[in-house]
T-cell receptor, first 113, second 113 residues
Framework: GENVEQHPSTLSVQEGDSAVIKCTYS??????FPWYKQELGKRPQLIID?????GEKKDQRIAVTLNKTAKHFSLHITETQPEDSAVYFC????????????FGTGTQLKVEL | DGGITQSPKYLFRKEGQNVTLSCEQN?????MYWYRQDPGQGLRLIYY???????QKGDIAEGYSVSREKKESFPLTVTSAQKNPTAFYLC????????????FGPGTRLTVT
């Protein structure tokens, strides 16, 4: 089955700096890669996703890049703000596999003032 | 994701008792999923259902059971056979079997002592 690894497990940045979280996946059949943000005790919220036919996608301060050859994808947050502090999860979904998501283990992002 | 509800928010049970967690959605979504979240780990798939009266095991189905008698409801039973049932349980739904996007409910935190 699919295996998703996520790094780093914790990330601390100064307000206004950029943050980058990286994930790798194992199954080349994966074709959908979402990113979720989870605040303490809350539900995961889908913040951005990318499909395998696209190399990069942006939405305001967040962007995701995908390298299919290397089987890795990354989340980029620019101009970080305190409200960006949360746990971020990457995931991958295999084509035709019931659209099941395999999640990474999460990155605790802390944006310091 | 506002159309997915889970109840109760907190649930306490004694070891050896079965317990059923509720998940309801009014989004007319075909697919529904159950995940378990433990501290420091990503979400792990327990069961999923792509259509009424049909469901499949996920990665960690042992000790759990589900039913999908109605499109809007996908209850999860944690049985006494589940060795480590204490966890945060999240339900998700997706529009149809062609969609990858999953939207989560608020979760139920189950504590078994």
């Amino acid at each position: 089955g699919e295996n998703v690894e996520q790094h780093p497990s914790t990330l601390s940045v100064q307000e206004g700096d950029s943050a980058v979280i990286k994930c790798t996946y194992s199954d080349s059949a994966s074709n959908y890669f979402p990113w979720y943000k989870q605040e303490l005790g809350k539900r995961p919220q889908l913040i951005i996703d990318i499909r395998s036919n696209v190399g990069e996608k942006k939405d305001q301060r967040i962007a995701v890049t995908l390298n299919k050859t290397a089987k890795h994808f990354s989340l980029h947050i620019t101009e970080t703000q305190p409200e960006d502090s949360a746990v971020y999860f990457c995931a991958a979904s295999i084509r035709g596999g019931g659209n099941k998501l395999t999640f990474g283990t999460g990155t605790q992002l802390k944006v310091e003032l | 994701d506002g159309g997915i509800t889970q109840s109760p928010k907190y649930l306490f049970r004694k070891e050896g008792q079965n317990v059923t967690l509720s998940c309801e959605q009014n989004l007319n979504h075909d697919a529904m999923y159950w995940y378990r979240q433990d501290p420091g780990q990503g979400l792990r798939l327990i069961y999923y259902s792509q259509i009424v009266n049909d469901f499949q095991k996920g990665d960690i189905a042992e000790g759990y059971s589900v039913s999908r008698e109605k499109k809007e409801s996908f209850p999860l039973t944690v049985t006494s056979a589940q060795k480590n049932p204490t966890a945060f349980y999240l339900c998700a739904s997706s529009p149809d079997r062609e969609s990858h996007e999953q939207y989560f409910g608020p979760g139920t935190r189950l504590t078994v002592t």
